[in-house]
């Protein structure tokens, strides 16, 4: 039984079986990090000692009968966005090197309570903002495909460590497709919650009106397990949804999709998207259709507006979010020799403390809210907002969910977008329709591209709340896809 | 051409980023090229349309005022840059006059 190859679900049942403890679960997976990580690069901050401790504790409970939730002992990487006591946070960013918050996240105490035991903090795009790693003031991450190209972002070391087996499940956050992007072009499962369904109290805020926490993991069922585990209301955040859990388990379960009607969106293909990257997806709208979907096209005709709406909406929210980065209370302060009064220090310390990204994005907020300028770029991007849900109600009459591409290319090469910050951002170009929307979406493997050999992601995309469709589409769309490859895309990788 | 160099350097300054020259030489064709793109959103037809701040719909949340143990002086000042007399300690914020 080799620990690292097991699902969630796997070494939930071997745990709960005692056919193994959470102390050898969690060293097993300590020992590949160590083995691999300097290769993939997942990982921020390795949390070993913390990380046995829980195990103990997990194995002390079993041993006394207790009942333990599904996720107990089994382990969990965690995006360095979220904060968790006793271990440092550093979003990505010079800023915040060092910096050890004083609470957890919702998110970090609602795995600690399921006793699913976090392994470490997972690098990302400074402020999980980029879309490959590249924004990481500590370098990129690899993606275990092939090592030359990304594995995504902004959640790219979580993505990342997941397809390397460095650990079962993740978490990450999605603002434009921080989770789904990465998923797809590291061939694993990523979710994006509907808005407000998984807590943002404890999240270095970016864009916090999209911010979205949400899971990773190898199946579909996993990536379920971990949706639940860390969902529901909290009264911490005041944008949290006060409503039950959508059932993401069992649907993921039951993988029925007979009588659904799944709606393919025109406005997501064509011009701009790979060639192997559409026969993959067509082969798996076909696949839905031999399962008993009754799949129609829609069309959602203000989509093509919503990457310049959210590169409006996003950075305008940044520009905001992170003046909180002033040098005074925690963080980096540069330049305080006694001779400069305190916004100097804040503009010497954002200067140093922030990488390129970050800088752009800040000063394209400011100028998108300044006056004179509001009305034409972030009043507009609001209404254009407005399109894109109305576009999707008038789809979601027609059909129970919609499904694209999750990303229009498979990962491209480290350093080949790098500097280009506008062939960045398409990379976000199908999932930013249902961040700005506030739905939920999925992103599903569905095959190899042909021209690199390369994982290509289905994307699920469902209304708010009604999170348990994406679990169901996209499980039955897996098990139909590992029948045909006669194994889990994953284990075609070569590393 | 719709951002300048120049109003770069003002936004720079807006943010309290102290932009070097060689970045704001970097960075303002960039961000003309961004604004350009970013623009089409006035393409949209959107005389009447409300706009959307967040997608939730929810107002006025509150949620219960229970007293709950806080952070102790020394834990809320643990990771400042620096500290005199169990306050943060700033740079000066006025001037010498």
């Keep these: 039984m080799e620990l690292t190859r097991m699902t969630a679900a796997e070494l ?40 046995l401790a829980q195990a ?47 609470y957890d996240a919702t998110i970090t105490q609602r795995l600690k309570q399921a006793g699913a035991v976090i392994l470490g903090k997972t690098n990302m795009d400074e402020f999980a903002m980029g879309s490959s790693t590249e924004n990481s003031a500590f370098g990129p991450s690899h993606n275990p495909w092939d090592l030359d190209k990304v594995p995504g972002g902004s959640s790219g070391g979580s993505a990342a460590a997941v397809a390397a087996y460095e650990a079962p499940l993740a978490i990450g956050t999605d603002t434009g497709g921080s989770i789904r992007q990465p998923a797809a072009v590291c061939g694993i499962v990523g979710t994006k919650p509907t808005y407000g369904g998984s807590s943002r109290y404890g999240v270095v ?31 911490m955040d005041s944008t949290s949804i006060d409503a039950p859990v959508p059932p993401v388990v069992a649907a993921a379960r039951e993988a029925d999709v007979s009588g659904m009607r799944i709606g393919v969106v025109t ?140 990303t229009p290319t498979t990962a491209f090469g480290i350093g080949e977008r790098a500097d280009d910050p506008m062939a960045m951002y398409l990379a976000d170009l199908c999932t930013i329709p249902s961040d700005l929307a506030g739905n939920a979406a999925i992103s599903v493997p569905c095959g190899l591209a042909a021209e690199d050999g390369l994982p290509v992601g289905l994307q699920v995309m469902a209304p708010a709340l009604a999170d348990d469709r994406l679990y169901r589409v996209a499980a039955a769309a897996e098990a139909a896809f590992t029948d045909r490859w006669g194994q889990p895309l994953l284990a075609s990788a070569k590393g | 051409m719709p951002i300048t160099r120049d109003e770069v350097a003002h936004l720079a300054r807006l943010s309290r980023i102290a932009l070097s020259d060689a970045e704001l030489d970097h960075l303002a064709p960039q961000l003309d090229q961004i604004i350009t793109a970013v623009a089409q959103v006035q393409e949209v037809a959107a005389e009447g349309i409300p706009p959307t701040s967040h997608a939730t719909g929810l107002t006025n949340v509150f949620r219960d005022d229970e007293p709950v143990p806080c952070l102790t002086p020394e834990e809320a000042l643990a990771q400042a840059p620096a500290v005199e007399q169990q306050r943060f300690k700033v740079p000066r914020i006025l001037g010498e006059d």
């Design chain 1, 12 to 51: 939930s049942a071997a745990l709960a079986d005692g056919q193994v403890s959470a102390t050898e679960v969690t060293q097993a997976h300590l020992d590949r990090i160590a083995a691999v990580d300097d290769r993939v690069h997942a990982f921020l901050h390795i949390a070993a000692d913390s990380a």
């Design chain 1, 56 to 102: 103990a504790d997990v194995d002390k409970r079993r041993a006394t009968g207790e009942q333990l939730a599904p996720l107990a002992g089994v382990p969990v990487a965690v995006k360095d966005v979220f904060t968790t006591f006793g271990m440092p946070t550093t979003c990505g960013s010079r800023i915040l090197d060092g910096w050890h918050p004083p």
């Design chain 1, 205 to 235: 805020a970016f864009a916090s009106s999209l911010d979205t926490p949400g899971p990773f993991g190898r199946t579909v069922l996993d990536a379920a397990l971990l949706h639940e585990a860390i969902s529901g209301h909290d009264p």
């Design chain 1, 267 to 406: 406005e997501l293909s064509g011009d701009g998207y790979q060639p192997g990257v559409l026969s993959r997806f067509a082969e798996a709208v076909e696949v839905l259709e031999s399962l008993g979907a009754k799949v129609t096209e829609v069309s959602c005709p203000h989509f093509k507006y919503a990457l310049p709406a959210y590169y409006l909406i996003a950075p305008s929210e940044a520009s905001s979010n992170l003046a909180r980065f002033d040098a005074m209370r925690y963080g980096l302060r540069v330049g305080d020799d006694g001779t400069r009064d305190a916004e100097e220090v804040m503009a010497l310390t954002r200067e140093v403390g922030f990488g390129a990204e970050v800088k752009r994005r800040i000063i394209l907020g400011t100028y998108a809210l300044s006056s004179g300028y509001y009305d034409a770029y972030y009043g507009k991007a609001q209404q254009v907002r407005t399109l894109i849900i109305r576009d999707f109600d008038a789809a979601f009459g027609q059909v129970d969910v919609l499904v694209s591409p999750a």
